[in-house]
């Protein structure tokens, strides 16, 4: 699949010969502002484990995004549903169209550095995938950085085997004579060198405006191996055991006892969000989507809003801040 871009108008060729037009993508950041559990059902070790992709890495499907969206359209602009499809009539296709949100980087708490961030070059890579859906100035400006941090960090890696994880320029202040990163018993040696890469303006400008510690996490970064973050996300992620009480006697329920997996608050992902170019689409009456109706779901999209994404509101977890890069 390739894009061409063509006055503000996205074709987007698949592998068949035909495509789709989009008129306009928005870039977002998912910060996780509390842990958040977008499950995917259950497993030998937990019962209920977040959603990953096919290498274990975890993410949220663009159907729990989308059906996050719906729900805060339906509370804040009813009527505006009408434009995200309809979950029983397929017949009345959805205008806007979430992808997957790949993470970015995922935070783990290390002694008097607080907050330390790591991501790897696989997660790099894929977030450039994600950009280059967008023709915007600044999500280009973002996408090169995000490109020379991918292109320098997997050369260095690849050249010290006894390195397992690198840090970028303007992390040396956090990191700075920090030899080994410890979590529980996973040891990572980080280089002695760092990535010389400035950050450019833009970039600080879309990070900045994140919820902390999201707002720090080019600060406070490190570049580790693919393989050494495979199995380092898995003992960031929290595990919380939950128990269902009995309403009367308030006691624990025979067998109500279940053990669920949370992505830790500050974690970024990274989005897209594509608008159909309604004038390329047969109207009918099933399609009653407008422009301005369009236009309004972008403008709430562009609002930033808070959402709860998997559930859990009420036990206070799920919640996610849009942060728009274009």
């Known amino acids: 699949m390739y894009c061409s871009h063509e006055i503000g108008v996205i074709r987007i060729y698949c592998t068949y010969g035909y495509y789709v037009m989009f008129k306009g993508v928005v870039i977002s950041a998912y910060c996780a502002i509390t842990p958040i559990h977008a499950g995917f059902g259950r497993s030998m070790k937990v019962d209920l484990v977040v959603q990953r992709d096919s290498l274990g890495i975890p993410m949220i499907f663009s159907s729990s995004l989308k059906g996050t969206f719906k729900s805060l359209v339906h509370k804040v602009s009813r009527g505006l549903e009408k434009c995200l499809g309809d979950d029983v009539d397929s017949a009345r296709e959805s205008f806007v169209i979430f992808t997957d949100a790949f993470m970015l980087a995922i935070p783990t708490h290390y002694e008097d550095r607080l907050v330390i961030y790591v991501t790897c070059p696989y997660l790099l890579w894929r977030i450039q995938k994600i950009l280059s859906l967008s023709e915007s100035s600044r999500v280009k400006v973002f996408y090169n950085f995000i490109k020379k941090l991918f292109e320098e960090s997997n050369k260095l890696l690849h050249e010290d085997s006894k390195c397992h994880a690198i840090p970028l320029k303007e992390s040396s202040k956090y990191l ?28 600080v400008e879309v990070v900045k405006n994140m919820p902390y510690p999201s707002s720090e996490v080019f600060e406070r970064i490190l570049i580790v191996k693919d393989d ?44 897209a ?6 004038s390329m689409i047969a109207k009918n ?42």
Do not use: H
């Open 228 to 271: 050494i973050f495979r199995s380092l996300v898995n003992k960031i992620l929290i595990i919380q055991t939950r128990v269902s009480l009995e309403y009367t006697t308030k006691t624990a329920k025979s067998g109500a006892l279940w053990r669920e997996e949370y992505v830790p608050t500050g974690t970024i992902f990274v989005g």
């Open 273 to 278: 969000i594509l608008f159909k170019d309604l």
């Open 176 to 203: 700075r004579d920090l030899e080994s990163l410890f979590v529980e018993d996973f040891r990572i040696d980080i280089s002695k060198s760092y990535i010389d890469i400035d950050i450019p303006s833009e970039v």
């Open 285 to 326: 009456d099933e399609n009653d989507c407008s422009e301005s109706s369009l236009k309004r779901l972008e403008d709430l999209i562009r609002a930033e809003p808070i959402m709860a994404v998997g559930g859990k509101e009420t036990v206070g977890k799920g919640f996610i801040k849009m942060c728009i890069i274009s």
